[in-house]
């Protein structure tokens, strides 16, 4: 028996694991198969993983009765007298750098020279969504928000509600506001929306609470309207938060926000969570803990 578990990684990766296992859940495979067939498996996942990440659990002949590999940064399998272990290794928070094929790197070296010609500033978006669920091979984008932040310009904030055609969940209607009627209302479609986040994110950095999370409904909604994922830098404010502040009772964004003393009164909604991630991600730039 072999299981291998995948997180962010391209979806062309994922249809390629179902020609040998079965996804019991979403990046979950399992299947049995020869120890060499599995060896060029794990050869070909570390070669088409991209920026996500990927763990192989086998069955094998030591006292465990299984060993394992992984690609995670922050952790490393070694060897404790025949038997596996997986030990935690303390290493910074690193940023995660779509668009790694030629293509993206020629665009993205492009795209710098031309910033270099122009005098281009920085800028950096905030993002949050939200969604009918969390699974982002079924569920759907309800509402995109948005704040970008500019040296010299200020602050511009980007808020789209997004048609579904998906029933929205009671809890997701309490949670966020957003019901059936609302959306249907206010919305628009999902390329629309999509095709106006593009023009307003440009080649900004992207910061965000858990942004992983919403990255991958974005990436996906571009595969289902039939346009080109976005190639931008990506920070995770969630794995600075959990590098540097070890003592917190948790790291729920609320208790997070609350801890640097950062108000939302409208928290689960997409365009005041992203203005919350953004005075997040100042706070931590002042702490020295995040360079932009």
């Known amino acids: 028996m072999i299981v291998i578990a995948l997180s962010r990684v391209p979806a062309s990766l994922r249809g390629d694991l179902t020609k040998w296992c079965q996804e019991i859940q979403t990046g979950i495979y399992v299947g049995r198969f020869s120890a060499r067939i599995r060896d060029l498996l794990w050869e070909r996942i570390q070669k088409n993983i991209g920026n996500g990440e990927a763990t192989i659990v086998y069955t094998t002949n030591n006292e465990l009765g299984y060993a394992f590999r992984s690609t995670r940064e922050d952790r490393e399998v070694v060897n404790y007298d025949g038997i596996p272990l997986l030990m935690h290794l303390e290493k910074p928070p690193s940023d995660i750098k779509h668009g790694f094929s030629d293509a993206a790197k020629f665009h993205h070296a492009k795209q710098a020279r031309k910033g270099k010609e122009t005098g281009m500033t920085r800028a950096v978006v905030a993002l949050d969504i939200e969604t009918t669920g969390l699974n982002s091979a ?9 704040v970008k932040s500019t040296k010299g310009r200020g602050l511009e904030r980007f808020y789209r509600i997004v048609r579904t055609s998906k029933q929205i969940p009671p809890k997701i209607v309490k949670l966020t506001g957003l019901n059936q009627r609302k959306v249907n209302q206010e919305g628009i479609s999902l390329e629309a929306a999509l095709t106006d986040f593009k023009d307003f994110i440009g080649h900004a950095t992207v910061v965000g609470y858990n942004v992983v999370f919403d990255w991958e409904f974005i990436e996906r909604g571009y595969d289902k309207i039939g346009q080109d994922r976005l190639g931008n830098r990506i920070i995770d404010l969630l794995k600075v938060v959990r590098q540097k502040e070890v003592f917190l009772d948790n790291f729920r ?11 939302n009164h409208d928290q689960h909604n997409s365009l005041a969570d992203a203005e919350a991630s953004i005075k997040l991600m100042t706070k931590l730039i002042e702490k020295g803990f995040l360079k932009i």
């Open 138 to 146: 079924t569920d759907e984008i309800i509402s995109i928000g948005a």
């Open 253 to 263: 964004f609320e208790t997070v926000l609350k801890y640097y003393q950062i108000e």
